[in-house]
């Protein structure tokens, strides 16, 4: 079993930033491959961006890409979303997902077994 817990959400103007961190417990870090989605009400969750076991290949949907970085911390069992240039458009409640039966997940929604309980990010414009 695996645990996941979110932290870093909050409310910021936009134009600026956040950095959400995911912790993961309950099995080897680097056995899971990991993404972010979002969520807003009415709306289906959609993967933000995903990162491989090792890092080395990363998604970024369009609507993210230059302003949203991905990167984990395999030692620190944790994995990061640096998000700048934020846009109202970006406030939704984001979530933590590991894979752990696969290298990369990408977009892939069914192979992510696991999910943190999301943490609120909100952008005023």
């Known amino acids: 079993q695996v645990q996941l817990v979110e932290s870093g959400g909050g409310l910021v103007q936009a134009g600026g930033s956040l950095r959400l961190s995911c912790a993961a417990s309950?099995?080897?870090?680097?056995?899971?491959?990991m993404g972010w989605f979002r969520q807003v009400p009415g709306k289906e969750r959609e993967c933000v961006t995903a990162?491989?076991?090792?890092?080395?290949?990363?998604h970024y949907a369009d609507s993210v890409k230059g302003r949203f970085t991905i990167s984990r911390g395999n030692a620190k069992n944790t994995v990061y979303l640096q998000m700048n240039s934020l846009k109202p458009e970006d406030t939704a409640v984001y979530y933590c997902?590991?894979?752990?039966?696969?290298?990369?997940?990408?977009?892939?929604?069914?192979?992510?077994?696991?999910w943190g309980q999301g943490t609120q990010v909100t952008v005023s414009s």
């Open positions: 997902a590991a894979a752990p039966s696969t290298y990369y997940a990408g977009t892939n929604f069914e192979m992510y077994d696991y």
């Open positions: 309950g099995r080897t870090f680097g056995s899971l491959a």
């Open positions: 990162i491989s076991r090792s890092g080395g290949s990363t």
